[in-house]
């Protein structure tokens, strides 16, 4: 059996300990559930941030705060669905493949270009994809049912063979056709003033294509929320620096900052504070003024030297600390007022998440991404939630539920390997200390272990979360 237990403080190293197959009680005295440490992070968040009018090319990712509604219809004008030749249906009735009708060519139309040439009786024009059906024309031959005709009646070319070159004099039609064959009608994608994309939807890269094909140069959207991240630690060294007999890399910072990214948010750069509360207060007071959310990592625990909680309380009030998870139980939560803002005007999250990576991982994505979700206007706050069965045993701390990092087995294709349940067959990504990085970054998945169990078999079915890796 594979045993989870990391007996960590904030920042140390993982300690294995022996599990218990006794049973657990839901949560531990004086934990927070997960459901009540989100219930009130979320009830802090009176709305999503207020809307702003951006181009349409940056509206990628964002979600709508207004509707899209087009002022023209699409297609503006009956065209051709094909490259060939415009025609009058009835002049066709009598066409086959080896008695083909001839009609005599008169102009042509290409996309972008206004149809000036009428069709008579007995005549074709020749036509772009796209472009504006001719007057008199009920009906478009595609090229390949043609073969181009000389003025003296010979053959001006191949059966079927491109619509390039110089203008044909006549062309036989090897098809009878029917009215509006291969002509996309005025307006049979969308009318004129029709809602085109809804309020509160994702902004797409096909809902770009939309709203720029329906003729929209802007689009009214949630404004992206500024997070501020501040990792702690006398022995966090930035990236590059010397790391001296007792320092460590800073995986928090850049890491957090690209799961604010990845979240849709813009990431505000507090720095590296040490363990000292006057320098956590003066780089948290700028992330205040300065953002929408604050995440600090590392400095949430009980230790002598974690001071990001009294700051919290300094800048305005702590609403929760502690919680029912593993990794992650040292997380803290707050709000504070930002100087000068309006009585009325949204307040700061006040995030601190332990100090060790994985942990700091599973508490953003259980509440921080929810939060940023919820200011910027989705729906949607939590990542798709599907069915595993566990590949060995494992077991976990008694009272707490546990967020697993796991790998999914999959085949040739990558697709995920279900079983005739459709459940999906996972094995641990890698030892599951809350400081092994490269186990949380082999995951493409979370897998839950709920509080009133510490331990499950192999082959025991779990909830997952899949982490958007492919």
């Known amino acids: 059996m594979t045993d989870l237990h990391g007996r960590a403080g904030d920042r140390g190293t993982a300690v294995v300990a022996v599990s218990t197959d006794a049973a657990a009680p839901a949560a531990r005295p004086n934990l927070l559930s997960v459901e009540q440490a989100r219930d009130r992070v979320l009830a802090a968040?009176?709305?999503?941030?207020?809307?702003?009018?951006?181009?349409v090319p940056d509206a990628l990712g964002r979600v709508l705060a207004a509707p899209v509604i087009t002022s023209l219809a699409l297609p503006p004008w009956?065209?051709?669905?094909?490259?060939?030749?415009?025609?009058?249906?009835?002049?066709?009735?009598?066409?086959?493949?080896?008695?083909?009708v001839r009609l005599r060519v008169v102009g042509e139309v290409a996309a972008g270009a206004a149809a000036t040439i009428?069709?008579?009786?007995?005549?074709?024009?020749?036509?772009?994809?796209?472009?504006?059906?001719?007057?008199g024309s009920d009906a478009v031959v595609p090229v390949e049912q043609t073969t181009p005709l000389a003025d003296d009646g010979s053959l001006a070319g191949p059966r079927g063979r491109d619509a390039a070159g110089p203008l044909p004099a006549a062309t036989l039609v090897h098809v009878a056709l029917h009215p509006w064959d291969s002509i996309r009608h005025r307006g049979s994608d969308m009318e004129a003033n029709a809602v085109i994309l809804e309020e509160g939807s994702q902004v797409t890269a096909a809902a770009i294509a939309?709203?720029?094909?329906?003729?929209?140069?802007?689009?009214?959207?949630?404004?992206r929320p500024r997070i501020a991240v501040l990792a702690t630690g006398d022995e966090i060294r930035a990236p590059g620096m010397p790391l001296g007999p007792a320092g460590i890399p800073d995986a928090n910072g850049p890491g957090l900052r690209a799961l604010v990214r990845d979240a849709g948010a813009e990431p505000v750069d507090l720095g590296i504070a040490v363990d000292r509360l006057e320098d956590v207060r003066a780089r948290l007071a700028r992330g205040i003024a300065e953002a929408d959310a604050v995440v600090v990592s590392g400095g949430v625990s009980v230790g002598p030297y974690d001071v990001v909680k009294a700051?919290?309380?300094?800048?305005?009030?702590?609403?929760?600390?502690?919680?029912?998870?593993?990794?992650?139980?040292?997380?803290?939560?707050?709000?504070?007022?930002?100087?000068?803002?309006?009585?009325?005007?949204?307040?700061?999250?006040?995030?601190?998440?332990?100090?060790?990576?994985?942990?700091?991982?599973?508490?953003?994505?259980?509440?921080?991404?929810?939060?940023?979700?919820?200011?910027?206007?989705?729906?949607?706050?939590?990542?798709?939630?599907?069915?595993?069965v566990l590949g060995q045993a494992v077991s976990k701390s008694s009272g707490r539920r546990a967020y697993l990092r796991v790998r999914a087995e999959r085949d040739a294709a990558g697709s995920p390997i279900r079983d005739e349940q459709g459940r999906v067959r996972v094995s641990l990504a890698g030892s599951q200390g809350s400081h092994v990085m490269s186990a949380l970054a082999a995951a493409d998945a979370l897998a839950v272990i709920p509080e009133v169990h510490d331990s499950l078999p192999s082959g025991a079915e779990v909830e997952l979360w899949w982490l958007d890796r492919g």
């Open 210 to 223: 939309l709203a720029a094909g329906s003729g929209a140069a802007t689009v009214t959207v949630y404004r």
């Open 311 to 388: 700051a919290f309380e300094g800048a305005g009030t702590v609403e929760l600390w502690r919680v029912a998870v593993q990794p992650g139980k040292p997380f803290v939560f707050g709000i504070a007022r930002r100087p000068g803002a309006a009585p009325d005007a949204p307040r700061v999250l006040l995030f601190g998440l332990p100090g060790n990576p994985v942990s700091s991982f599973v508490t953003f994505e259980l509440f921080v991404r929810p939060a940023i979700r919820r200011l910027e206007g989705h729906r949607s706050l939590f990542r798709p939630v599907d069915r595993a």
């Open 118 to 135: 009428a069709v008579a009786p007995g005549t074709a024009v020749r036509i772009a994809t796209g472009a504006p059906v001719p007057p």
């Open 78 to 100: 009956d065209n051709s669905a094909m490259d060939g030749y415009a025609v009058r249906s009835v002049d066709t009735a009598a066409a086959t493949e080896f008695s083909p």
């Open 45 to 55: 968040i009176d709305g999503p941030l207020p809307p702003e009018a951006v181009p």
